[in-house]
């Protein structure tokens, strides 16, 4: 899988919009760009995806550059309950069985 | 809806006994099947994945053995643990054929070795 560069740690405010940024520079043209969070003690949940276009859905929106070479996860309104640790994973789209490889994340705080 | 389930959710074992970790998953049919493991602290390994009945792919050399006897049943398994095997275990699927390659995970076992 191409490799992703995320910061280990960001912080954010309750109530307010947070931007979870992931840098993947050599990313290919069929690569998905998919996100996950791990809440404290549970198994990673999927998030979101997108190809080319910008993505919503009722957890997230999902901005990808133009070059695609970056992209960032949008929380419009950070909970307490969005303490989590956030995964950007590249996956072609024709991968087969390929498992998919977490990288370490980004740990957000969220604060009261 | 699909629903996987993981048990036991916490063990204790001592060292050099033996383990044996099992994850199914229903409302689905042969779907591809993942251990992934979580030291504490540490981000997430890929143990075994298994993309049908008796089909095993080991990642990483370690003490552990993975098998898959049903189509929706996959086991972890070791002979004899070790202090590093501690750690919390998670089993997940993905539904073959899917574009989008979501996995869903399950709750996770969380194994102590003492």
């Known amino acids: 899988d191409a490799k992703t560069t995320q910061p280990n740690s960001m912080e954010s405010n309750e109530e307010e919009p947070v931007h979870l940024p992931c840098n993947h520079s050599?990313?290919?043209?069929?690569?998905?760009i998919h996100w996950y969070r791990q809440l404290p003690s549970q198994g990673p949940e999927y998030v979101i995806h997108?190809?080319?276009s910008n993505v919503n859905n009722r957890m997230a929106s999902l901005a990808i550059a133009e070059d695609r070479k970056s992209s960032t996860l949008i929380l419009h309104r950070a909970t307490l309950r969005d303490a989590a640790v956030y995964y950007c994973?590249?996956?072609?789209?024709?991968?087969?069985?390929?498992?998919?490889?977490f990288g370490k994340g980004t740990r957000l705080s969220v604060i009261a | 809806s699909q629903t996987i389930h993981q048990w036991p959710a916490t063990l204790v074992q001592p060292v050099g006994s033996p383990l044996s970790l099992e994850c199914t998953v229903e409302?689905?049919?042969?779907?591809?099947l993942y251990w992934y493991r979580q030291a504490a602290g540490r981000g997430l390994q890929l143990l075994f994945y298994?993309?049908?009945?008796?089909?095993i792919s080991s990642e990483v050399p370690q003490n552990l053995s993975a098998s898959r006897p049903q189509d929706r049943q996959f086991i972890l398994s070791s002979k004899k643990l070790l202090l590093s095997d501690s750690g919390f275990y998670l089993c997940?699927?993905?539904?073959?054929?899917?574009?989008?390659?979501?996995?869903?995970f399950g709750a996770g076992s969380r194994l102590t070795v003492l």
């Open positions: 050599t990313i290919s043209g069929t690569d998905y």
């Open positions: 997108g190809l080319t």
């Open positions: 997940a699927w993905r539904f073959v054929g899917s574009g989008a390659n979501v996995l869903t």
């Open positions: 298994s993309v049908g009945i008796g089909q």
């Open positions: 409302g689905t049919s042969n779907p591809n």
């Open positions: 994973i590249l996956r072609p789209t024709y991968s087969g069985n390929t498992p998919l490889v």
